[in-house]
Protein backbone atom coordinates (compact mmCIF):
# COMPACT_ATOMS: atom_id res chain seq x y z
CA UNK A 1 0.00 0.00 0.00
CA UNK A 2 1.42 3.25 -1.29
CA UNK A 3 1.90 6.27 1.59
CA UNK A 4 -0.26 8.50 -1.12
CA UNK A 5 -2.84 5.94 -0.63
CA UNK A 6 -2.97 6.28 3.00
CA UNK A 7 -3.11 9.92 2.64
CA UNK A 8 -5.66 9.93 0.16
CA UNK A 9 -8.11 8.67 2.50
CA UNK A 10 -7.33 10.43 5.42
CA UNK A 11 -10.28 12.52 4.80
CA UNK A 12 -12.85 10.20 4.43
CA UNK A 13 -14.49 9.46 7.43
CA UNK A 14 -14.75 5.56 8.98
CA UNK A 15 -11.85 5.10 6.10
CA UNK A 16 -9.77 4.45 8.61
CA UNK A 17 -9.20 3.50 11.89
CA UNK A 18 -5.79 4.67 13.94
CA UNK A 19 -5.24 1.81 17.20
CA UNK A 20 -2.67 2.79 19.63
CA UNK A 21 -0.98 -0.91 20.94
CA UNK A 22 0.90 0.89 24.07
CA UNK A 23 2.07 4.44 25.55
CA UNK A 24 5.20 2.65 26.27
CA UNK A 25 8.21 3.18 23.99
CA UNK A 26 11.77 2.71 24.43
CA UNK A 27 12.86 5.83 23.43
CA UNK A 28 12.63 9.37 25.02
CA UNK A 29 12.04 11.52 22.72
CA UNK A 30 12.10 15.52 24.37
CA UNK A 31 9.05 16.62 21.92
CA UNK A 32 6.87 13.37 22.52
CA UNK A 33 3.22 14.33 22.36
CA UNK A 34 1.93 10.89 23.54
CA UNK A 35 3.73 11.55 26.70
CA UNK A 36 5.21 7.97 25.91
CA UNK A 37 8.72 6.85 27.47
CA UNK A 38 10.34 3.20 28.62
CA UNK A 39 7.84 3.35 32.54
CA UNK A 40 4.45 4.03 30.20
CA UNK A 41 2.26 0.94 30.98
CA UNK A 42 -0.71 2.08 29.34
CA UNK A 43 -2.46 0.03 26.61
CA UNK A 44 -5.68 -1.50 25.32
CA UNK A 45 -6.22 -5.23 26.39
CA UNK A 46 -4.67 -6.99 23.68
CA UNK A 47 -7.86 -9.68 23.31
CA UNK A 48 -10.17 -6.92 23.32
CA UNK A 49 -8.36 -5.33 20.33
CA UNK A 50 -8.52 -9.24 18.44
CA UNK A 51 -12.19 -9.05 18.94
CA UNK A 52 -12.56 -5.70 17.86
CA UNK A 53 -10.92 -6.33 14.84
CA UNK A 54 -12.10 -9.62 14.07
CA UNK A 55 -15.59 -8.05 14.02
CA UNK A 56 -15.14 -6.39 10.86
CA UNK A 57 -16.71 -8.03 8.56
CA UNK A 58 -16.31 -8.01 4.43
CA UNK A 59 -18.80 -5.33 3.84
CA UNK A 60 -18.53 -3.39 7.09
CA UNK A 61 -14.97 -2.53 7.66
CA UNK A 62 -11.81 0.42 7.48
CA UNK A 63 -10.18 0.53 4.29
CA UNK A 64 -6.96 0.94 6.56
CA UNK A 65 -6.11 0.20 10.33
CA UNK A 66 -3.17 2.01 11.11
CA UNK A 67 -1.15 1.02 14.03
CA UNK A 68 0.70 3.09 16.34
CA UNK A 69 1.88 4.39 20.00
CA UNK A 70 3.80 4.59 22.23
CA UNK A 71 5.81 2.17 20.05
CA UNK A 72 3.64 -0.68 18.47
CA UNK A 73 6.24 -2.97 17.56
CA UNK A 74 7.21 -3.64 21.74
CA UNK A 75 4.26 -6.28 20.56
CA UNK A 76 5.50 -7.65 17.01
CA UNK A 77 3.29 -10.23 17.84
CA UNK A 78 0.24 -8.30 18.08
CA UNK A 79 0.78 -6.59 14.99
CA UNK A 80 0.92 -9.30 12.97
CA UNK A 81 -2.04 -10.95 14.46
CA UNK A 82 -4.31 -7.80 13.84
CA UNK A 83 -2.59 -7.35 10.45
CA UNK A 84 -3.66 -11.11 9.37
CA UNK A 85 -7.11 -11.15 10.95
CA UNK A 86 -7.73 -7.61 9.44
CA UNK A 87 -7.14 -9.11 5.80
CA UNK A 88 -8.53 -11.56 6.24
CA UNK A 89 -11.72 -9.42 5.75
CA UNK A 90 -10.10 -6.81 2.97
CA UNK A 91 -8.31 -4.26 5.60
CA UNK A 92 -4.78 -3.43 5.03
CA UNK A 93 -2.76 -2.83 8.07
CA UNK A 94 0.01 0.36 8.23
CA UNK A 95 2.01 0.43 11.10
CA UNK A 96 4.50 3.93 12.65
CA UNK A 97 7.30 3.18 14.46
CA UNK A 98 10.03 5.03 16.23
CA UNK A 99 12.52 2.91 14.99
CA UNK A 100 13.64 1.48 18.64
CA UNK A 101 14.84 -1.49 17.21
CA UNK A 102 16.90 -0.19 14.79
CA UNK A 103 20.47 0.56 17.47
CA UNK A 104 20.95 -3.62 16.69
CA UNK A 105 22.99 -4.47 13.80
CA UNK A 106 20.17 -5.97 12.61
CA UNK A 107 16.42 -6.22 12.63
CA UNK A 108 14.82 -8.66 14.72
CA UNK A 109 13.68 -11.37 13.35
CA UNK A 110 10.28 -10.67 15.21
CA UNK A 111 9.89 -7.01 14.00
CA UNK A 112 10.94 -8.73 10.15
CA UNK A 113 7.85 -11.11 10.18
CA UNK A 114 5.57 -7.81 11.43
CA UNK A 115 6.86 -5.86 8.86
CA UNK A 116 6.12 -8.92 5.97
CA UNK A 117 2.49 -8.92 7.69
CA UNK A 118 1.56 -5.56 7.27
CA UNK A 119 0.76 -3.46 3.93
CA UNK A 120 2.91 -0.47 4.65
CA UNK A 121 5.58 0.27 7.25
CA UNK A 122 6.69 4.23 7.97
CA UNK A 123 9.14 5.29 10.20
CA UNK A 124 9.77 8.81 12.10
CA UNK A 125 12.19 10.81 12.21
CA UNK A 126 13.57 13.79 13.34
CA UNK A 127 15.86 16.19 15.34
CA UNK A 128 14.69 14.50 18.27
CA UNK A 129 14.61 10.88 17.55
CA UNK A 130 18.54 11.23 16.18
CA UNK A 131 19.46 11.94 19.05
CA UNK A 132 18.38 8.41 20.50
CA UNK A 133 18.76 6.36 17.09
CA UNK A 134 21.06 7.25 14.31
CA UNK A 135 19.88 8.34 10.77
CA UNK A 136 22.08 6.16 9.03
CA UNK A 137 20.82 3.14 11.38
CA UNK A 138 17.59 4.22 10.87
CA UNK A 139 18.16 4.02 7.04
CA UNK A 140 19.97 0.68 7.06
CA UNK A 141 16.83 -1.06 8.95
CA UNK A 142 14.35 0.43 6.34
CA UNK A 143 16.16 -1.23 3.83
CA UNK A 144 16.51 -4.35 5.29
CA UNK A 145 12.30 -4.04 6.18
CA UNK A 146 11.65 -3.09 2.36
CA UNK A 147 13.16 -6.19 1.27
CA UNK A 148 10.30 -7.89 3.68
CA UNK A 149 8.11 -6.89 0.22
CA UNK A 150 6.38 -4.41 2.52
CA UNK A 151 6.41 -0.72 1.08
CA UNK A 152 8.08 1.74 4.06
CA UNK A 153 8.16 5.35 3.94
CA UNK A 154 9.59 7.88 6.44
CA UNK A 155 7.66 10.61 8.55
CA UNK A 156 9.83 13.51 8.94
CA UNK A 157 9.18 15.95 11.42
CA UNK A 158 10.39 19.65 11.42
CA UNK A 159 9.63 23.36 12.83
CA UNK A 160 8.25 24.29 9.54
CA UNK A 161 9.22 24.83 6.12
CA UNK A 162 12.51 27.37 6.98
CA UNK A 163 13.58 24.52 8.90
CA UNK A 164 17.36 23.94 7.79
CA UNK A 165 16.98 20.60 9.32
CA UNK A 166 14.33 19.39 6.89
CA UNK A 167 16.20 20.72 4.06
CA UNK A 168 19.66 19.02 5.15
CA UNK A 169 17.66 15.61 6.31
CA UNK A 170 15.23 15.58 2.78
CA UNK A 171 18.63 16.06 1.25
CA UNK A 172 20.71 13.14 2.73
CA UNK A 173 17.00 10.82 2.13
CA UNK A 174 17.62 11.74 -1.70
CA UNK A 175 21.46 10.56 -1.51
CA UNK A 176 20.52 6.89 0.51
CA UNK A 177 17.54 6.40 -1.79
CA UNK A 178 17.96 8.28 -4.97
CA UNK A 179 14.99 9.59 -5.25
CA UNK A 180 12.37 6.74 -4.24
CA UNK A 181 11.47 6.51 -0.75
CA UNK A 182 7.84 8.32 -0.05
CA UNK A 183 8.60 10.91 2.67
CA UNK A 184 5.42 12.88 4.63
CA UNK A 185 7.31 16.34 5.99
CA UNK A 186 5.19 17.64 8.75
CA UNK A 187 5.56 20.29 11.38
CA UNK A 188 5.69 19.67 15.23
CA UNK A 189 2.71 20.49 16.74
CA UNK A 190 1.38 19.01 19.82
CA UNK A 191 -1.93 16.65 18.31
CA UNK A 192 -0.05 13.58 18.34
CA UNK A 193 0.97 10.78 16.19
CA UNK A 194 -2.19 9.66 15.63
CA UNK A 195 -3.07 13.11 14.03
CA UNK A 196 -0.48 12.35 10.85
CA UNK A 197 -0.89 15.09 8.88
CA UNK A 198 -4.29 16.68 10.34
CA UNK A 199 -4.82 19.36 12.49
CA UNK A 200 -7.38 21.59 13.64
CA UNK A 201 -8.25 24.86 11.66
CA UNK A 202 -5.67 27.48 11.90
CA UNK A 203 -5.69 30.99 13.24
CA UNK A 204 -9.42 30.58 14.01
CA UNK A 205 -10.42 33.41 16.19
CA UNK A 206 -12.71 31.65 19.06
CA UNK A 207 -15.04 34.99 19.53
CA UNK A 208 -15.88 35.03 16.03
CA UNK A 209 -17.16 32.26 14.49
CA UNK A 210 -19.16 33.26 11.66
CA UNK A 211 -17.20 31.43 9.17
CA UNK A 212 -16.95 27.53 8.46
CA UNK A 213 -13.77 26.44 10.02
CA UNK A 214 -14.42 22.51 9.77
CA UNK A 215 -12.28 20.49 11.76
CA UNK A 216 -10.38 17.39 9.53
CA UNK A 217 -9.26 15.44 12.81
CA UNK A 218 -13.10 14.02 13.05
CA UNK A 219 -12.48 11.78 10.22
CA UNK A 220 -10.84 8.09 11.44
CA UNK A 221 -12.07 6.79 14.81
CA UNK A 222 -8.81 6.52 17.20
CA UNK A 223 -8.69 3.61 20.01
CA UNK A 224 -6.94 4.98 22.92
CA UNK A 225 -4.58 3.55 25.04
CA UNK A 226 -7.28 2.85 27.70
CA UNK A 227 -9.31 1.14 25.15
CA UNK A 228 -12.06 4.03 24.80
CA UNK A 229 -12.45 4.42 20.75
CA UNK A 230 -12.84 8.48 19.94
CA UNK A 231 -13.93 10.45 17.11
CA UNK A 232 -10.54 12.83 17.29
CA UNK A 233 -7.16 11.98 16.67
CA UNK A 234 -6.11 15.45 18.74
CA UNK A 235 -4.01 13.98 21.57
CA UNK A 236 -5.34 16.14 23.46
CA UNK A 237 -8.98 14.43 23.05
CA UNK A 238 -7.99 11.15 22.97
CA UNK A 239 -6.89 11.80 26.66
CA UNK A 240 -9.05 13.70 27.92
CA UNK A 241 -11.61 12.09 30.38
CA UNK A 242 -14.60 11.95 30.56
CA UNK A 243 -14.87 11.99 26.78
CA UNK A 244 -17.79 14.07 25.94
CA UNK A 245 -20.46 12.12 24.63
CA UNK A 246 -20.56 13.19 20.89
CA UNK A 247 -16.66 12.26 20.41
CA UNK A 248 -17.05 9.08 22.35
CA UNK A 249 -17.68 6.33 19.95
CA UNK A 250 -17.55 3.46 22.08
CA UNK A 251 -14.93 0.81 23.57
CA UNK A 252 -13.02 -2.30 22.24
CA UNK A 253 -14.32 -3.93 25.33
CA UNK A 254 -17.98 -3.60 24.47
CA UNK A 255 -18.20 -2.10 21.14
CA UNK A 256 -18.12 -4.08 17.41
CA UNK A 257 -16.24 -2.24 14.40
CA UNK A 258 -20.37 -1.74 12.69
CA UNK A 259 -21.33 -0.23 15.55
CA UNK A 260 -18.33 2.39 16.04
CA UNK A 261 -18.63 3.05 12.36
CA UNK A 262 -22.21 3.80 12.74
CA UNK A 263 -21.86 5.83 15.61
CA UNK A 264 -18.82 8.05 13.63
CA UNK A 265 -20.62 8.75 10.55
CA UNK A 266 -24.29 9.18 11.55
CA UNK A 267 -23.67 11.43 14.71
CA UNK A 268 -25.20 14.98 13.61
CA UNK A 269 -23.39 16.74 15.84
CA UNK A 270 -19.55 14.92 14.46
CA UNK A 271 -20.81 15.63 11.01
CA UNK A 272 -20.78 19.28 11.90
CA UNK A 273 -17.99 19.35 13.35
CA UNK A 274 -16.09 17.83 10.02
CA UNK A 275 -18.14 20.12 7.90
CA UNK A 276 -18.69 23.29 9.38
CA UNK A 277 -16.60 23.36 12.41
CA UNK A 278 -17.31 23.75 16.33
CA UNK A 279 -17.17 27.75 16.60
CA UNK A 280 -19.77 28.18 13.50
CA UNK A 281 -22.01 25.66 15.03
CA UNK A 282 -21.68 27.70 18.39
CA UNK A 283 -21.69 31.25 17.20
CA UNK A 284 -24.89 30.81 15.24
CA UNK A 285 -27.07 28.47 17.40
CA UNK A 286 -25.55 28.94 21.18
CA UNK A 287 -24.84 33.01 20.72
CA UNK A 288 -24.99 33.97 24.47
CA UNK A 289 -22.27 31.44 25.43
CA UNK A 290 -19.00 33.07 26.83
CA UNK A 291 -16.24 32.69 23.83
CA UNK A 292 -14.43 29.10 24.37
CA UNK A 293 -11.06 29.39 25.20
CA UNK A 294 -10.13 27.45 22.41
CA UNK A 295 -11.53 26.10 19.10
CA UNK A 296 -11.05 22.50 20.52
CA UNK A 297 -12.56 23.60 23.96
CA UNK A 298 -15.80 24.87 21.74
CA UNK A 299 -15.83 21.17 20.69
CA UNK A 300 -15.57 19.43 23.79
CA UNK A 301 -18.63 21.81 25.09
CA UNK A 302 -20.53 20.95 22.17
CA UNK A 303 -23.20 18.18 23.66
CA UNK A 304 -24.09 20.29 26.72
CA UNK A 305 -25.52 23.10 23.97
CA UNK A 306 -28.88 22.26 23.74
CA UNK A 307 -29.03 24.88 20.76
CA UNK A 308 -26.44 23.46 19.25
CA UNK A 309 -27.09 19.85 19.25
CA UNK A 310 -30.91 20.78 18.63
CA UNK A 311 -29.27 23.01 15.13
CA UNK A 312 -27.34 19.33 14.43
CA UNK A 313 -29.88 17.51 14.48
CA UNK A 314 -31.97 19.57 12.05
CA UNK A 315 -29.54 20.33 9.49
CA UNK A 316 -26.94 17.27 9.85
CA UNK A 317 -29.90 14.26 10.75
CA UNK A 318 -30.63 11.38 8.04
CA UNK A 319 -29.76 11.22 4.59
CA UNK A 320 -29.26 15.07 4.01
CA UNK A 321 -26.44 14.91 6.44
CA UNK A 322 -24.83 12.48 5.21
CA UNK A 323 -24.99 14.09 1.72
CA UNK A 324 -22.82 16.94 3.54
CA UNK A 325 -20.28 14.91 4.82
CA UNK A 326 -19.82 12.88 1.54
CA UNK A 327 -19.66 16.24 -0.76
CA UNK A 328 -17.44 17.74 2.11
CA UNK A 329 -15.11 14.96 2.22
CA UNK A 330 -15.28 14.18 -1.43
CA UNK A 331 -14.02 17.96 -1.86
CA UNK A 332 -10.76 17.22 0.58
CA UNK A 333 -10.03 14.12 -1.35
CA UNK A 334 -10.63 15.50 -4.67
CA UNK A 335 -6.59 16.84 -5.72
CA UNK A 336 -5.33 14.24 -4.24
CA UNK A 337 -2.40 13.17 -1.56
CA UNK A 338 0.41 16.33 -2.31
CA UNK A 339 -2.85 18.79 -2.52
CA UNK A 340 -3.65 17.46 0.99
CA UNK A 341 -0.61 17.54 2.38
CA UNK A 342 -0.18 20.63 1.23
CA UNK A 343 -3.10 21.96 3.08
CA UNK A 344 -2.29 20.28 6.06
CA UNK A 345 1.84 19.14 5.89
CA UNK A 346 4.60 21.08 5.32
CA UNK A 347 3.77 22.32 1.83
CA UNK A 348 7.09 22.50 0.01
CA UNK A 349 7.78 18.85 0.58
CA UNK A 350 3.98 17.96 -0.36
CA UNK A 351 5.17 16.32 -3.65
CA UNK A 352 7.64 13.84 -1.49
CA UNK A 353 4.35 11.56 -0.57
CA UNK A 354 4.00 10.12 -4.18
CA UNK A 355 7.73 8.61 -4.17
CA UNK A 356 7.54 5.52 -5.11
CA UNK A 357 9.54 3.02 -3.07
CA UNK A 358 13.02 1.78 -2.42
CA UNK A 359 13.32 -1.50 -4.57
CA UNK A 360 10.44 -0.27 -7.34
CA UNK A 361 7.04 -0.95 -7.58
CA UNK A 362 7.68 -4.60 -8.84
CA UNK A 363 9.65 -5.00 -5.89
CA UNK A 364 7.03 -4.56 -3.02
CA UNK A 365 3.31 -4.25 -2.97
S1 LIG B 1 9.65 7.33 19.30
FE1 LIG B 1 7.66 8.41 19.15
S2 LIG B 1 6.39 7.52 20.76
FE2 LIG B 1 8.54 7.02 21.25
S3 LIG B 1 9.22 8.67 22.63
FE3 LIG B 1 9.80 9.23 20.53
S4 LIG B 1 8.07 10.53 19.80
FE4 LIG B 1 7.32 9.38 21.61
S1 LIG C 1 -11.65 18.23 19.75
FE1 LIG C 1 -13.14 18.59 18.10
S2 LIG C 1 -12.39 20.43 17.03
FE2 LIG C 1 -10.70 19.69 18.30
S3 LIG C 1 -9.52 18.42 16.90
FE3 LIG C 1 -10.99 17.08 17.96
S4 LIG C 1 -12.79 16.94 16.64
FE4 LIG C 1 -11.55 18.68 15.97
Known amino acids: MRLAEIIGLRPQPAAGLLVTLTRRCPLSCAHCSTGSGPASAERPDPGDLRRFVASFT ?3 RPEVMMLTGGEPLLMPGLVRDLALSAREKGTRTAVLSGMFFARARTVPKAVLRAAASVDHFSASLDLHHEREVPREKVFAALRELSATGTRVSLHLTGTGPDDPYLAEATAAVDREFGGTLPVLVNEIRAFGRAAAWARPARAVRTDDGAAPAPCAMAAWPVVAFDGTVIACCNQHAVDRRPVPPHLRLGHVAEDT ?25 RARHAPNEPPAASYCDACH ?62 AVR
Open 58 to 60: GRD
Open 257 to 281: WGTVRARALDSPLLRMVRTVGPLHL
Open 301 to 362: QLSALPGAVAAAERTASGAAGALLDLTVSRGRSAHGATALVRAHGCAPYAAWVERPAPGGPE
